[in-house]
Structure formats: structure tokens, C-alpha cells
């Protein structure tokens, strides 16, 4: 820890950006997050990670973070170099630029990962922060690691008793040994399937296949992302999620108001473009007009979910609600889209947690949190 007398102001370092596919959207809910920081009580210094894993001291600015159509932010690697700590002994940030003496940043209280997808949501930054004994917002390695992989996240919520829908895994292994086999594999499901990169995010790599004559291709495009893919039966149903926070202390996880998401036109399903891009064509709805007892089903199996991987901080769990009241899990993320319109931050909302409540509750969760194993 920093010395308070000093340093009044808690030191948050945000990461953002990051080596995955989703690193644009991580710039622009950086961008958010930078704009909602209470600075009479954060000295924020913000990392940037660019595209090929350079870590850099980005400007304190949201403006050219942000996501449009035509604008893709992205993290500048050219800019002065940002050193994280590799050991306990010492916890400073140290900056190197060109033709310049390093320069030290300081110790960071706590450093707020706002990564989504591989690299960064999935526990090697979360491994990398417990080497340093630095806290971080969010799930630890673990829980990251599981949720990010839709196979794995799919074997712990079973084993919590949770409903999960049918699926079948490939592996590069798999599919570079007997690709018939594999695409056999799927034969199983009914038809349309959903073909997804197993860690992977936004929706992106992923296909609606309806035919097997398209299955080989969806695999592949899987693969661009992930050589370990997931194939999934289609679930007809409502698209309900619900956003959990740690509890303090011994307290148990609280659980948000349910959201809905419902995809308007032009799109197959929740696409990338449906998500960021084409703000008409999707309805976010807060709270989702769900019956109070299915509703509060969902919040409990929100919860269990949340505890089945040890997840930390927070999480959105991805639910379907078919027409008789069936409810399957589709995904948990540890590290939610967090713009104020994202679906995690509204839900909260709707809750009565405001967003920069919200980033509050989330650096003071981390703060009280130990580090190393807990
Ligand atoms: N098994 C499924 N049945 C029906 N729709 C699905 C299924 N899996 C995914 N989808 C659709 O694809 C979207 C993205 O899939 P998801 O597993 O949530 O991936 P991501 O991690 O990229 O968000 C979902 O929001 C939903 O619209
Ligand atoms: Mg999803």
C-alpha cells in the first residue's frame, strides 16, 4: 500500500485495450470509466495494452477511446512504456521512454482490469497482478480461467447443479486429427447450432449454422479465434442476464434486477454489430418483464453460478428463458461490458446502484480483499 499521508487519494491503474479481439471494446469502456472516476478521491494512471501485448502509460483522455461506427479505438504501442512489476519485493510502476532516465510511477493501490476476452479476462493478468501481490478488481485466476472457457464454464456450473444446454467440444487436436469425426461429433444436436470460439467474446467468431453443409466453415471461423471450439444446440428463448457483486466480509453475493436483451432486425442473433455497433436494432431492457418467481429463480441461479467458480468482484450471468419457463444458462463473464449502457451497469441501475457507485463498490471490494491464495 502507498503511503497515505502522502497519497490521500486511492491510486487506481486502469488496463485497458489488450491483445484480444475485443480490444476496442475494452478502449471504450475505458474511456467510460476514466469520465466516471471521482479524481477528488482516484489518482488514476490509465495502461494501455496495445494489440501485440506492449503495455504503455496512455493519456488521461476518453475522447479517443471511444467506439462508432467508422472508429475503432485502439491503444497507441508507440507511446512510453509501462513496466509491471514481476515480484512481491517491489511494487512500482516504472515508465521508460526513449532517450530518457526510467522514471517510477509509484505503487498503485489497486489496479482495475477493464479487459474482456483472452490476455486479460481469462486470469494470465489476474496471475500476473498475484505474482506482484498487487489487488486487482474482479476474479482471481481460477474463476477467470473457467469462465472464459465456455467448455470448462459449462463442466463447473454442472457440477454446481445448474442447467446448461447440449454441446460438443473440438479441440485442435480433434479437428486436425479427424475433422469428419469431429464434424460427426455434432451430429448429436438439433439443428440450427451456434459454433463459438471457446474463449472468445462480443460474439465475435461465432456462427448460426442451420445446415450441416455449413458446419466445416463455422468451425473454421471458430478457429480464426480459438482452435478449441464449442458447439452448442440452439435455445429458443428470451435473452435474460442479471448482473452479481461480491458480497463484503462473510456476506453473501448480491444480485441485480434482470435484463433483457432483444434483438430487434437485420440480425441472426446478439452479434457484434447487434452489441456495439447498431444501437436501433437492439432493446436493453431494465428491468426485463419476467414473472417474480421465475425472476427470482434466475437471480438465485445468478448467484450460485457466481460461487461455483469463485468468481470475485463482479459478474454477468447470461441466461435463456424459453416460452415454458425453462431456464438455461449461457455464459457468465467476469468482466462484463462496463459502458454506462452496457447491460451490467444498467442493471445495477435499475437496482439503485449508480455507475460511479458501482466502480466505487468494485476498487472498495478489491481493496478489502487479501492477496495471494483466499
Ligand atoms: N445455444 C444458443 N442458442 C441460441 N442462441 C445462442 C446460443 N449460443 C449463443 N447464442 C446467441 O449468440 C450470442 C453470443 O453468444 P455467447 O455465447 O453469449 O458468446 P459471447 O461470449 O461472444 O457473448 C448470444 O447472445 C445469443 O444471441
Ligand atoms: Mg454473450
Not at 504503455?56 to 512504456?81: I, K, N, Q, T, Y
Not at 459454433?195 to 453443409?213: E, N, T
Not at 425453462?326 to 467476469?334: I, K, Q, S
Request: negative net charge; charged residues 25%; aromatic residues 6%.
Amino acid at each position: 500500500m502507498s503511503d497515505r499521508t502522502s497519497t490521500p487519494k486511492t491510486r487506481v491503474a486502469l488496463v485497458f485495450g489488450g491483445r484480444s479481439s475485443e480490444h476496442a471494446v475494452s478502449c471504450a469502456t475505458a474511456a467510460s470509466v476514466l469520465e466516471a472516476l471521482d479524481r477528488t478521491r482516484y489518482e488514476v494512471i490509465p495502461v494501455g495494452i496495445a494489440k501485440d501485448g506492449h503495455w504503455v502509460l496512455a493519456a488521461d483522455d476518453p475522447e479517443p477511446l471511444r467506439l462508432g461506427r467508422g472508429h475503432e479505438p485502439e491503444v497507441d504501442g508507440g507511446s512510453a512504456s509501462v513496466v509491471v512489476p514481476t515480484s512481491a519485493t517491489d511494487r512500482t510502476l516504472v515508465v521508460h521512454e526513449a532517450g530518457e532516465p526510467p522514471r517510477t510511477l509509484g505503487e498503485v493501490d489497486v489496479v482495475f482490469p477493464l479487459l474482456h476476452g483472452p490476455f486479460g479476462e481469462d486470469g494470465t493478468i489476474q496471475g500476473l497482478l498475484d505474482l506482484a501481490d498487487v489487488r486487482y478488481v474482479g476474479s482471481g485466476v481460477t474463476a477467470s480461467a473457467v469462465m472464459m472457457d465456455k467448455a470448462m464454464m459449462k463442466t463447473v456450473l454442472a457440477a454446481a447443479g445448474l442447467p446448461v444446454g447440449p454441446y460438443v467440444v473440438i479441440t485442435d487436436r480433434d479437428w486436425r486429427r479427424d475433422p469428419e469425426a469431429a464434424m460427426a461429433s455434432v451430429g448429436g444436436l438439433r439443428l440450427p447450432v451456434f459454433v463459438k470460439p471457446a474463449r472468445a467474446g462480443s460474439s465475435i467468431g461465432i456462427s448460426r449454422v442451420s445446415s450441416m453443409a455449413d458446419l466445416e466453415a463455422a468451425v473454421e471461423a471458430a478457429r480464426v479465434h480459438d482452435p478449441k471450439v464449442v458447439v452448442e444446440q440452439g435455445i429458443s428463448g428470451r435473452e435474460i442476464e442479471c448482473g452479481v457483486l461480491e458480497g463484503h466480509g462473510t456476506d453473501a453475493a448480491r444480485t441485480s434486477e434482470l435484463g433483457e436483451c432483444v434483438v430487434v432486425a437485420n440480425h441472426d442473433f446478439y452479434d457484434f454489430d447487434a452489441k456495439y455497433l447498431a444501437d436501433d436494432d437492439v432493446r436493453l431492457m431494465t428491468p426485463a418483464d419476467v414473472p417474480a418467481a421465475t425472476a427470482a429463480r434466475i437471480r438465485e441461479m445468478a448467484a450460485t453460478a457466481f460461487e461455483a467458480a469463485g468468481c470475485e468482484g463482479l459478474a454477468r450471468v447470461d441466461f435463456f428463458l424459453t416460452d415454458d419457463g425453462e431456464v438455461v444458462v449461457n455464459e457468465v463473464n467476469t468482466m462484463p461490458g462496463f459502458t454506462p449502457s452496457s447491460m451490467f451497469p444498467r442493471m445495477w441501475a435499475a437496482t439503485g446502484v449508480s455507475y460511479p457507485e458501482l466502480i466505487d463498490e468494485l476498487i472498495a471490494l478489491a481493496l478489502e480483499r487479501r492477496t495471494g491464495l483466499r
